[in-house]
């Protein structure tokens, strides 16, 4: 099997293995003394830059009234997961002083980061809270791609990455919308195939979108929930990947990435009314009938195909921004 394809399946299996512990107990509870670390860390900084905040617990409140929690997307496990994934898929030949300097360091570099993205986005809410969404969404997912860049690439191969990531994602950012849009009348295809009889299309209303459900909201009159969705989260690694795919000339990798976002994106669905489903008090579910009447039935959420699709979700989004780029960037050429 060539050498390629034995460190993608390598670090897919890395990332799924890795999340796995991540979203269980054991994870849980180091991801809750990791975030409690960084929010004490973040407490005495935020008031050397003059923001008076008091610590509760991972959260941070300020005498306005707003908050900020450090949550499980903010311990930096998630990223200690995709380090892990990257060092097993691009180590396999650049010997043991290799790994250990590129963990120790990723190690330092993540947390390190993970404490400025905290502080960063907590005064941006504070001064800017206009700037907090864009700064969130767009801009900490791509300083987030170029840390590993740092670590994983040559000074003058990573500069060039930078650059031209940051030029495309300038260039894709106002396309990110409409484009992203095309993924919708497939994903709502295949979602009418073979997903879960509780999950509708996906559509748009005004600005936001968001995905049907079966879910009872109201009888009089009859109305069902509808759970949000944003089409544009499930292609932002797009300029990233590009970039390293006009770089390391494999066009085919883009192909790969655009099927891996469509995927992404009817899981996503799946797990956002699911989710909803789950989250309800006494959730009841419309399910037709075969003669074609529809019967209001008591909802039991299925916990293992949701937390299994979670799984799912979490491992194909990180591998698009965080490790594809990395793996087309991979200068090894394939053996035979």
Known sequence: M???RVATLTALAALAFGFAIEMGPVGSALGEAVAWAI??????????????????????????GWAVRVSEVCDGMGLVVVLGALLAGLGLRRGRDWLLWRLVL????IQGFNLLRVLALTLALDGWPEVFGPLH?????????LLFGALLLPRARWAVFAALSLALTLLWTPLAGPVSALLVPPANLLLALGGPSEVGSIAQSGEAWSVGTQFLAGTDPLRLYRAPLEPWHFTLALPVILAAVLMARRPGWLI??????????CVAATVSVLGLGAGLSQPMVLLEQADGSYLARDYPAPEALLAGLRLVQNVVVHFLLLVLPFLVLDRREAAA
């Open 137 to 145: 969404d767009r801009v900490f997912p791509l300083l987030t791609v």
């Open 256 to 265: 790969a990435a655009l099927g891996l976002m469509l995927l992404a994106l």
């Open 2 to 4: 060539p050498d390629r």
């Open 39 to 64: 929010t004490r860390a973040a407490e005495p900084l935020l008031w050397l830059a003059g923001l008076e905040v008091v610590r509760q617990g991972t959260e941070l409140r300020a005498a306005a």
């Open 106 to 109: 990723g190690l330092l570099a």
